[in-house]
């Protein structure tokens, strides 16, 4: 059983940066598609951002774009998200995803179209 393990979470000031990481364990999802997604109290899980199977394609919301760079490592097995420039908006549960079928889908934006999660990571940004 795949198991999707997240760290580097924690508190910075606003206009700092932090780096989430998120391991597989149990088995490889080198080549599948992983996103992050984030929560904030009160508020839906939103996507923050997507890196396909090969690494080639990535995608940002526009509230993090020129801010966030996803990327993962030759393995393909683990993937992070650099975090700069960071806002208090920013604060919220990190989650890292995973679609274990495809490389791609054109649905990344859509919490549902992943199968596997963390348990999150708690990022706070204080001003």
């Known amino acids: 059983q795949v198991q999707l393990v997240e760290s580097g979470g924690g508190l910075v000031q606003a206009g700092g940066s932090l780096r989430v990481s998120c391991a597989a364990s149990g088995g490889t999802l080198s080549s599948r598609l992983r996103g992050w997604f984030r929560q904030a109290p009160g508020k839906e899980r939103e996507f923050v951002a997507v890196?396909?199977?090969?690494?080639?394609?990535?995608y940002y919301a526009d509230s993090v774009k020129g801010r966030f760079t996803i990327s993962r490592d030759n393995a393909g097995n683990t993937v992070y998200l650099q975090m700069n420039s960071l806002k208090p908006e920013d604060t919220a549960v990190y989650y890292c995803?995973?679609?274990?079928?495809?490389?791609?889908?054109?649905?990344?934006?859509?919490?549902?179209?992943?199968?596997?999660w963390g348990q999150g990571t708690q990022v706070t940004v204080s001003s």
């Open positions: 890196i396909s199977g090969s690494g080639r394609r990535t």
């Open positions: 995803a995973a679609d274990s079928l495809t490389d791609w889908n054109g649905r990344y934006y859509d919490p549902h179209e992943y199968d596997y």
